[in-house]
């Protein structure tokens, strides 16, 4: 094999690092506790958001707690000062992502979120793009995936609880928005999750 072979043979291998992220440090005060911790059909919040994103094709995955909660299948990243917002929540999974070449980042708090949702918006994913999902009711969010230096970038002018949103605002041409399977809706209060566990 010559040497430019063996060049483009080692491009035809690469295999992006494609990590998937939980935030689910918050204190859930309108819930009246912790939403990683409910439990819904005999598991918490967090764990199921952990086996989406795995199930979904994300290597590594990484989940951003609160102090003194349990974390398995994911690397823990404790949040010190959760009541910061979501924006601190997300610079430290940044930069725990630093090495991976795209971030796909979930809610803890949105069960009708699957893995299909995950691995969809993974397999749209090309290096400088930004990908969200898109449900049947138009809703666009999470998962929400790009590389760990856009997430930075979109940092930059997010206020104490936002994310991505004034960057995708600002760079449309960027975004891809594809259609996923699932519900968006996200369980904030005691209301919701009845409603919810009752359907």
Not at 123 to 133: C, E, K, Q
Request: hydrophobic fraction near 50%.
């Amino acid at each position: 094999m010559s040497i430019l072979d063996a060049g483009y043979a080692r491009i035809l291998a690469y295999v992006p690092v494609l990590a998937g992220a939980v935030l689910a440090a918050g204190s859930g005060t309108r819930m009246g506790r912790p939403k990683a911790e409910v439990v819904i059909a005999g598991t918490r919040l967090l764990d199921r958001a952990i086996g989406v994103l795995r199930d979904g094709g994300c290597d590594p995955v990484f989940a951003v707690v609160r102090t003194g909660t349990a974390v398995s299948g994911a690397h823990a990243v404790v949040n010190p000062d959760p009541d910061r917002g979501m924006r601190s929540s997300l610079e430290l999974v940044v930069e725990a992502a630093a090495g991976c070449d795209a971030l796909a980042v979930l809610l803890v708090d949105t069960p009708g979120i699957g893995a299909a949702a995950v691995r969809t918006v993974l397999t749209h994913w090309r290096p400088g793009r930004i990908v969200l999902a898109r449900y049947a009711d138009g809703r666009r969010g999470h998962p929400t995936m790009m590389a760990p230096a856009q997430w930075g970038a979109a940092l930059v002018d997010a206020g104490p609880d936002e994310g991505a949103r004034a960057l995708l605002a600002a760079r449309p041409e960027l975004v891809d928005a594809v259609d996923v399977p699932g519900d968006a809706a996200d369980l904030d209060t005691p209301d919701d999750l009845t409603g919810w566990v009752a359907r």
